[in-house]
């Protein structure tokens, strides 16, 4: 049987990259214990048949997709005033199922306040973060510990650019502390997130907003229509990759950033299954050294993970208790 590390016990050996899965997601929220964004969109009823039928007629369950290629139909039709009510119609029954779905599974900002103090302080011990979710978790905490002791600590690289926020083409050049931060953590999201956006001319932005308010504004944007969202909700590995290569953000970030975690890599909460596997791949270009959460000693578990990396050519593994002191949000 694996050994299973304490957190404390190793910590000082990975402090360059972190991964985070869907499982750091849960362990804050039960909330987002769900199959999956359509999955849950469907069990509560938000997705009318004719709304199923388009995802059906893209070969797709993911709403960043359907979204983004009927918000283009709408423009062609609006250009060349071709009279395309259906399109619009599905288009605003998609945008109007998903603002749903997101306002019912996230929770807000003041169920998960409590936990952005123990987050802050795991969090900060790494050089680069790479969140594979599209809630708002990590940005609230980010947002929370700057604003709470650390100075501009954590920092995603955006900057502002006529009016709106874009990713920085020298974002490793803000690596070194400002102000009154001692240290720098910079994070990403590969496969997008709520807090970004795709505007009509193809620009991807970040929505600005409120910490304690930010979900309300980035769902007002999707109703104004203003942007889209910009983030990969569903889909195997290929589907993945495909959404990441069609967006300049996630193309920069996964190879840019994916490409230079470090030589050490903490994964936290991945579930190392196929659909991850284009990530792993990537991150693996670097890597001699990896420490991967485990939870309720899942030897089935370890078993999958140690596989996975192994495959990619990293046979380095520390598996830790991902409930043991100091890792994540526990104290």
């Not at 991150?283 to 996975?308: G, L, P, W, Y």
Request: charged share 25%; aromatic share 12%.
């Amino acid at each position: 049987m694996t050994k299973i590390q304490q957190w404390t016990s190793i910590q000082n050996d990975f402090s360059q990259g972190l991964v985070l899965g869907n499982g750091a997601s849960i362990a804050v929220s039960d909330s987002f214990k769900y199959g999956s964004l359509y999955g849950a969109a469907k069990q509560a009823e938000f997705l009318t048949q004719e709304t199923q039928a388009v995802f059906s007629s893209f070969k797709s369950e993911d709403f960043e997709l359907v979204l983004r290629r009927l918000w283009q139909a709408t423009l062609v039709n609006q250009a060349l005033k071709i009279k395309g009510e259906r399109v619009g119609t599905a288009y605003e029954e998609v945008r109007k199922s998903l603002i749903s779905t997101v306002h019912s599974i996230h929770p807000s900002y003041v169920d998960v306040k409590d936990r952005f103090p123990a987050m802050g302080a795991f969090l900060k011990g790494f050089q680069t973060i790479a969140s594979m979710n599209y809630d708002l978790i990590l940005y609230w905490a980010a947002m929370w510990n700057n604003a709470h002791g650390l100075g501009t600590w954590f920092k995603d690289a955006f900057e502002p650019s006529d009016g709106r926020k874009c990713l920085r083409e020298d974002w490793e050049a803000i690596r070194k502390p400002y102000g009154r931060a001692r240290g720098t953590t910079l994070y990403f999201y590969p496969h997008g997130n709520l807090c970004l956006g795709t505007e009509a001319e193809g620009r991807e932005v970040k929505i600005g907003a409120g910490a304690e308010n930010l979900l309300e504004s980035i769902t007002e944007q999707w109703k104004e229509g203003s942007a889209t969202p910009l983030f990969v909700s569903e889909g195997t590995a290929e589907q993945k990759f495909t959404a990441i290569r069609r967006s300049n953000y996630l193309s920069r970030v996964y190879i840019e950033v994916l490409g230079s975690l470090g030589e050490t890599v903490v994964f936290y909460g991945l579930g190392f299954w196929p659909q991850d596997k284009h990530l792993i791949r990537r991150i693996a270009r670097c890597v001699k050294k990896a420490a991967v959460s485990v939870h309720k000693n899942d030897q089935k578990f370890i078993e999958r993970a140690s596989r996975t990396l192994q495959d990619v050519g990293i046979t380095t593994i520390t598996f830790f208790d991902a409930e043991s002191p100091g890792a994540w949000i526990h104290q």
